[in-house]
């Protein structure tokens, strides 16, 4: 059974940092991609940030010059550092991993549960 659980949500002024993790756990083969998606109250889920097994990235607009997505691939660990945080950044964030389970398995899309981030003075 494969899982991911995030970790480090939490309350935060704006212009604060926090830094999420989110770590896969259960049989697995091989992971893929990983990355950072949210959903604030009435908007639809969105892409935050994304990193490849081979450490290419992609941000969202938004987040780029704010946020680090980094990945340790020994821990089978995905990092979201969020810096220079704002109201506006306030969601659920939903950890994602593109990974195999068996070495004859198609890849598959995993998510974790999810954790609370509000930035609020």
């Known amino acids: 059974q494969v899982q991911l659980v995030e970790s480090g949500g939490g309350l935060v002024q704006p212009g604060g940092s926090l830094r999420l993790s989110c770590a896969v756990s259960?049989?697995?083969?091989?992971?893929?991609?990983m990355g950072w998606y949210r959903q604030a109250p009435g908007k639809e889920r969105e892409l935050v940030a994304s990193?490849?097994?081979?450490?290419?990235?992609n941000y969202a607009d938004s987040v780029k010059g704010r946020f680090a997505v980094s990945r340790d691939n020994i821990k089978n660990t995905v990092y979201l550092q969020m810096n220079s945080l704002k109201s506006e950044d306030t969601a659920v964030y939903y950890c994602?991993?593109?990974?195999?389970?068996?070495?004859?398995?198609?890849?598959?899309?995993?998510w974790g549960q999810g954790t609370q981030v509000t930035v609020s003075s």
């Open positions: 994602n991993g593109h990974l195999k389970v068996r070495y004859n398995s198609g890849v598959s899309a995993y």
């Open positions: 259960g049989s697995i083969f091989s992971i893929y991609s």
């Open positions: 990193i490849t097994n081979t450490g290419s990235t």
